[in-house]
């Protein structure tokens, strides 16, 4: 079965393609359009064009990373907000289109699992990277490697639990 992961954005979405618990796609899409909505017609496109590779008959998962306010980090509520517009939007369209339900972790869940620790996301992201080349053999960016971690942490939890 197939574990198709999304961490999306307005701009940079990674994506990772799991069966079972071997990676065997993942990859980065970068929206282009200058408004926000253009972006995320664009990004919901991309997600199609990965989505519709696989027969959904053998899709046990489609995983999104849950969005979370930074607020205490001074975080953008405006960026919350899109985020939040774009997750919602995503959900909607996956499950209207594929008749799926999408999945959502929390970044601290997927990091948790995955052993990813740091003070800080800059060295929570660096150490992400640092373990999908340790695992995978691979130089990712920093999408990519959320992606495929997210990925790795639901196709793990189909296998072993079958499902969340």
Do not use: P
């Not at 992961?5 to 993942?26: C, H, I, N, P, W």
């Not at 499950?95 to 929570?124: F, H, I």
Request: negative net charge.
């Amino acid at each position: 079965m197939y574990t198709i992961s999304f961490d999306q954005a307005s701009s940079d979405t990674g994506y990772s393609v799991f069966k079972g618990d071997e990676l065997l796609d993942y990859g980065k899409f970068k929206a282009k359009g200058s408004d926000f909505f253009d972006r995320v017609v664009e990004t919901r496109d991309f997600i199609d064009s990965i989505i519709g590779a696989y027969d959904l008959d053998q899709v046990a998962t489609i995983a999104l990373e849950d969005i979370q306010f930074q607020g205490f980090r001074g975080g953008n509520v405006v960026t919350f907000k899109r985020l939040a517009q774009l997750q919602g939007i995503l959900i909607l369209h996956i499950q209207e289109k594929y008749s799926v339900d999408v999945e959502l972790a929390n970044a601290s869940q997927w990091k948790s699992y995955n052993g990813v620790k740091g003070r800080g996301r800059t060295e929570q992201k660096r150490n992400a990277q640092k373990l999908v080349g340790d695992l995978y053999g691979l130089s990712v960016t920093q999408d990519e490697a959320d992606a495929i971690l997210l990925g790795r942490f639901f196709a793990n939890q189909s296998m072993n639990w079958g499902g969340l």
